[in-house]
């Protein structure tokens, strides 16, 4: 018995030892390139330091300024702007993955590996190369959109899409979609097959029509992907900037940094942060408008996450 | 120490000091002065350049390392956010490299980081006067040091298209192009005429940025006096544009899109601006190649730049012996007619050195596009004598971002007035932050 104890023990203490062994890369990759930069972020929103001259300790005055300073009118232009940005992406992004989703869950779609990596392609393309791919799409002079327009007799002159606030907000829209409808499908692919095939076998013998069967069966199923796409969409959306900067930034090589399209209409607030950290060199107000982006994101994801889970169990 | 693990990290502690020490040693003989006159062969050891085109210096190495053959310089191909690089470098205590190219934008600020060398002083002790005069004022930071030492010229006029200007300004002739637009207010003219004539197809220029940066640097007043920024002359570019706007002269363009490029092509856009380094890196690149298509005129109300880098050299962290060979690397490349010769020779580029302006040869400077037209001539003969720049400041990428960005909102959004365009220049010139340079919002918000 003493033996077979021992036994158990260094058993116990070895698949800890490689338990921890296993813990050990991610541990530091998180310390390193997660916590660190957290902590450290936080500790230069409360000094003044343009990466070159010694820091400088000032308390809450970058706070002060992004809130209710200087800087809180462009910060909260910032929010306004990708909340609108939300309101219409989030929906977007669910029904259009949803389709996408329940089309690839049909057994008699055909073909079916072509289409998984149509649909999925654009999710693995880097974002900057969308960015330019979009940008000369709706170019004022050279872009295809406006030359088939022409051709078709829509037009008599050249769209400035990018010039002009609405279009330019509806470009980005659209390049968004593009780009996260495959990943969320995914998700959303993951949820449907979740759903036991006896629930499903039982709506048919009860005669429900597929539509029926989408309404009351399989969307009530995969409700938390729902919650976790929209508390995930919201978080990210908060925090875009690569797609809008390459899409109205000057074109390369030129030194402006750009303020968001006409009207500032998709300049976010990461976009901001960038600005502040890499134009304005002041990373002291930088960390503080990344940490006012988590406190109005916090908020609004409580906000969120309280309101869909409510309606949910309502609807149970 | 019966432990021979225990041995063994003694020995290794032993000559771990003892390799420091030597380190420190010859550190601390390297920090010592050192001559500036020493025979070239005497200079012995490798420096770093930060250049964003690094093959067009690494020609030239060949020369150079033919006076001052102990001498290795490794060139780093430093990407378009340099100054991040070298911003993180310094956060994070990591070497930085011996020399730095500085372009316009950032060089009034890079100036002020207090990480460079005073060219000024002993042992360098630099003189300007070698330089063509025109650039001199921009060397400086703003406590006077000479921190800048300057490469390839930016000297601007503007090219044209001789089928369109044929076309549409009835004259392909220089001269007479020159006669016909001696200021601004005769170019809007203009433009308004061929808008008229060509339904509104013709464009005098594509883009809005070159013109806003010619306008721009054809001032050679300070833009900062006492520490104030003189913002009624930044008003006055913004009307200028403004005029050009209404009448016409340029499209929506963004500057170095491909719809700008094609324009190159096109008989509906008649110039372009034309510094040296334009011709090979836009006009050549992206133009037909037909033989006498283009020509050069002065600008209306005379030359102005575009472009055109400088170098400085990193004292922190550095020793003096480092410090000379790098200088000794910039003395002979950027001050010298052998340096001038050789990059003239490989890269077709013009540097700042007086003297080589003597020789009609170093001048001479034609292109097939251009035919006969020597570009050369104009440049440094004709344009040279009359540009004068005013000095750098701090915040001159500000408002050269400002400036960029409300020429490409003029252009695009035709209505904008100057009511509406001045605000917005100040908006974003103040979204930068500059410290004490703030323009007081009641300059521009209105009730």
């Known amino acids: 018995l003493t033996l077979f104890k021992k036994k158990k023990k260094t058993l116990h203490a070895r698949i800890n030892f490689w338990g921890k062994l296993f813990f050990v890369p991610f541990a530091v990759a998180f310390l390193a390139f997660g916590l660190f930069p957290i902590l450290y972020s936080l500790f230069l929103s409360f000094m003044e330091y343009d990466g070159i001259r010694p820091m400088k300790f000032i308390g809450l005055e970058n706070f002060e300024w992004v809130f209710i300073g200087d800087g809180a009118e462009g910060f909260w232009r910032t929010v306004l702007n990708v909340l609108r940005i939300m309101v219409v992406y989030i929906p977007l992004n669910l029904i259009g993955a949803l389709l996408i989703a329940l089309i690839m869950f049909n057994r008699r779609t055909r073909p079916k590996r072509l289409m998984q990596v149509m649909c999925f392609l654009p999710s693995v393309t880097c974002s900057v190369a969308v960015g330019i791919i979009f940008a000369l799409l709706f170019d004022y002079d050279l872009g295809i959109i406006n030359k088939l327009l022409m051709r078709w007799g829509f037009i008599t002159e050249n769209i400035n899409w990018m010039g002009s606030a609405f279009p330019a907000w509806c470009i980005l829209l659209l390049m968004m979609c593009w780009g996260s409808w495959g990943s969320t499908s995914l998700q959303f692919l993951g949820g449907l097959g979740g759903i036991s095939d006896e629930i499903i076998e039982a709506s048919i013998i009860d005669g429900s029509n597929y539509f029926q069967r989408l309404i009351y069966v399989i969307l009530p199923s995969i409700r938390n ?71 109005v994101s916090l908020v609004f994801s409580i906000l969120n996450f309280k309101v869909l889970l409510r309606s949910w169990k309502e609807g149970e | 120490m019966k432990n021979p693990l225990i041995k063994l990290l003694a020995v290794i502690l032993c000559l771990s000091l003892l390799l420091t020490g030597c380190g420190d040693k010859k550190k601390e003989e390297q920090n010592q002065p050192v001559s500036a006159d020493l025979p070239p062969e005497e200079y012995v050891g490798t420096v770093t350049l930060w250049h964003w085109d690094a093959k067009s210096v690494e020609v030239c190495l060949e020369d150079f390392n033919k006076v001052y053959p102990n001498i290795k310089v490794e060139v780093v191909g430093a990407p378009g956010d340099y100054v991040d690089s070298l911003r993180n470098s310094i956060a994070g205590g990591l070497e930085l490299p011996d020399m730095v190219m500085m372009d316009t934008t950032w060089r009034g600020e890079l100036m002020e980081w207090g990480i460079f060398e005073d060219l000024s002083k002993e042992p360098y002790s630099l003189d300007t006067s070698i330089f063509l005069d025109y650039i001199v004022p921009t060397l400086y930071s ?92 930044i008003q006055d570019n913004l009307k200028t544009m403004i005029m050009l706007r209404d009448a016409g002269a340029f499209r929506a363009l963004k500057d170095q899109s491909p719809g700008y490029l094609a324009s190159i092509n096109s008989t509906n856009y008649i110039f372009w601006h034309c510094a040296p380094w334009v011709v090979p890196f836009t006009l050549v690149a992206y133009a037909n190649k037909v033989e006498d298509s283009f ?55 013009y540097i700042h050195v007086k003297k080589a302006y003597e020789d009609p040869e170093y001048v001479a400077y034609g292109n097939m596009l251009f035919g006969q037209q020597d570009l050369g001539k104009i440049w440094f003969n004709e344009m040279v004598g009359e540009l004068m720049l005013r000095p750098t400041t701090e915040v001159d990428r500000y408002i050269y971002q400002s400036d960029c960005h409300v020429a490409q909102q003029m252009a695009e959004k035709k209505d904008l007035t100057f009511d509406e365009l001045w605000p917005m220049w100040a908006s974003a010139y103040n979204s930068n932050e500059p410290d ?12």
């Open chain 1, 225 to 295: 992907v729902f919650l976790f796409i929209v508390i995930n969409g919201f978080i990210g959306t908060f925090q875009i900037m690569d797609q809008p900067r390459m899409l109205f930034s000057s074109w390369a090589v030129t030194n402006t940094i750009g303020w968001g399209a006409a009207d500032s209409m998709v300049f976010t607030p990461a976009w901001m942060l960038y600005n502040m950290a890499y134009s304005a060199t002041k990373l002291g107000r930088a960390a503080a408008v990344a940490y006012a982006m988590a406190m």
């Open chain 2, 142 to 233: 703003t406590k006077g040091e000479l921190i800048t030492v300057p490469w390839d010229v930016g000297i601007c006029g503007l090219a044209y298209n001789k089928q369109a200007a044929k076309k549409w300004l009835g004259t392909d002739d220089r001269k007479e192009l020159e006669a016909m637009l001696p200021t601004w207010e005769a170019f809007a003219q203009k433009a308004a005429e061929i808008q008229e004539a060509s339904d509104g197809k013709a464009y005098m220029t594509a883009s809005a940025v070159p013109m806003m940066t010619i306008i721009a640097n054809q001032d050679k007043s300070p833009l900062v006096v006492d520490h104030t920024l003189q913002i009624e002359k």
């Open chain 2, 295 to 349: 020509g050069m005129i002065i600008p209306p109300e005379g030359p102005s730049i575009s472009g055109g880098a400088g170098v400085a050299i990193v004292s922190r962290g550095k020793t003096e012996y480092q410090k000379m060979l790098a200088y000794k690397f910039l003395e002979w490349f950027l001050c010298t007619e052998q340096g001038a010769w050789s990059q003239r020779k490989n890269n077709d580029f």
């Open chain 2, 436 to 447: 004490g340079y703030m323009i007081p919002k009641e300059a521009y918000e209105t009730e």
